[in-house]
Nanobody
Framework: QVQLVESGGGLVQPGGSLRLSCAAS????????MRWYRQPPGKEREVVAV????????VYTDSVKGRFTISRDNAKNTMYLQMNSLKPEDTAVYYC????????WGQGTQVTVSS
């Protein structure tokens, strides 16, 4: 079955850290650029970070630069998002996405940053 499954979300205090995972199955994971998106409450979905198929190139939206790190392990068909120094404005549902024709989305994982 072709799917993406996110995990690792939760409730964390400001300044804390979380690591999200995205497990891929049913397709050749190592052939695709992958992305993390997020959708804050009441707002549109936005791209957070992008990683190339081999993992050598990464791009971040300005608001997370220096705090978030996107990575992937093609041997495990898994992508990660390490989130440090979390802020309340990082609260959102986080989605992983397979780029390109026939784009594919996971079901999302909730991240809540609150004291």
């Amino acid at each position: 079955q072709v799917q993406l499954v996110e995990s690792g979300g939760g409730l964390v205090q400001p300044g804390g850290s979380l690591r999200l995972s995205c497990a891929a199955s049913g397709f050749t994971f190592s052939s695709y650029t992958m992305r993390w998106y997020r959708q804050p409450p009441g707002k549109e979905r936005e791209v957070v970070a992008v990683i190339s198929a081999a993992g050598g190139t990464t791009v971040y939206t300005d608001s997370v630069k220096g705090r978030f790190t996107i990575s992937r392990d093609n041997a495990k068909n898994t992508m990660y998002l390490q989130m440090n120094s979390l802020k309340p404005e990082d609260t959102a549902v986080y989605y992983c996405n397979r780029a390109g024709p026939g784009t594919l989305w996971g079901q999302g994982t909730q991240v809540t940053v609150s004291s």
